[in-house]
């Protein structure tokens, strides 16, 4: 069974950065060819999904955030990265991964991002 651990969060002020992290433990050799993904869900919103990187290594990123964050992977471990930059108030969110499938794995914890000054 895949465990996914998400870690990075805090709270940083407008303009700042953050570089997420998610381990996928269990996931064995067949990480490197999942497609996964960056999710967040702020407060009385639903879950969104914010960025993609395929087991090619190609991305994909939703307009709000284009330009800012950056999505990378080491499948030698087992790891997918979110780096922020130019952080806004507006990207306060509880951050997520997870697989791009039709049954993903099990969510993880999160990792909270709180942008204010």
């Known amino acids: 069974q895949v465990q996914l651990v998400e870690s990075g969060g805090g709270l940083v002020q407008p303009g700042g950065s953050l570089r997420l992290s998610c381990a996928a433990s269990?996931?064995?050799?067949?990480?490197?060819?999942?497609?996964m993904g960056w999710y967040r869900q702020a407060p009385g919103k639903q879950r969104e999904l914010v960025a993609t990187?395929?087991?090619?290594?190609?991305?994909d990123y939703v307009d709000p955030v284009k330009g800012r964050f950056t999505i990378s992977r080491d499948n030698a471990k087992n790891t997918v990265y979110l780096q922020m930059n130019s952080l806004k108030p507006e990207d306060t969110a509880v951050y997520y991964c997870?697989?791009?499938?039709?049954?993903?794995?099990?969510w993880g914890q999160g990792t909270q991002v709180t942008v204010s000054s």
């Open positions: 990187i395929t087991g090619s290594y190609n991305t």
């Open positions: 269990g996931s064995g050799r067949i990480f490197r060819f999942i497609n």
């Open positions: 997870n697989a791009i499938a039709s049954t993903p794995w099990s």
